[in-house]
């Protein structure tokens, strides 16, 4: 049986919430933790997840846009990428799914 959507995304946004909470608490003394911004908590983290690798990455946010109905700057981060990468696929084609056969 496939689990609820519903449930999945809600633990999803839960672990998600403990994770910059606790990033938070790890990395920023008291003063900046106030001020730091849970997107800029959250960039840290996925830049550590992906092991700070600028395709991962930008694939990520290339989801991410598309994913929120940003399909326009989806696209236009994928076109910069292009253009700043001209060996490499498009953003929608991921390292594990690179079409050319192309390691990335």
């Known amino acids: ?6 449930l999945v995304d809600q633990i999803v946004s839960m672990l998600v919430r403990t994770a910059i ?3 938070r ?10 001020i730091a911004s849970e ?4 960039g840290k983290i996925l830049a550590l997840y ?3 690798s600028g395709r991962k990455i ?7 846009l598309d994913e929120a109905g940003l399909t326009v700057e989806a696209l236009a981060l994928s076109e910069l990428w292009r253009r700043s990468n001209p060996e490499q696929n498009d ?3 991921t390292e ?5 056969g192309n390691p990335n």
């Open 58 to 64: 930008a694939e990520m946010a290339y989801a991410a």
């Open 96 to 100: 594990e799914d690179d079409l050319n």
């Open 91 to 93: 953003l929608w084609a």
């Open 39 to 42: 997107s800029e908590i959250l």
């Open 1 to 6: 049986m496939k689990p609820d959507e519903k």
């Open 50 to 52: 992906f092991k700070k």
């Open 25 to 34: 608490e790890a990395e920023f003394v008291p003063e900046a933790s106030e």
């Open 21 to 23: 909470d606790l990033k």
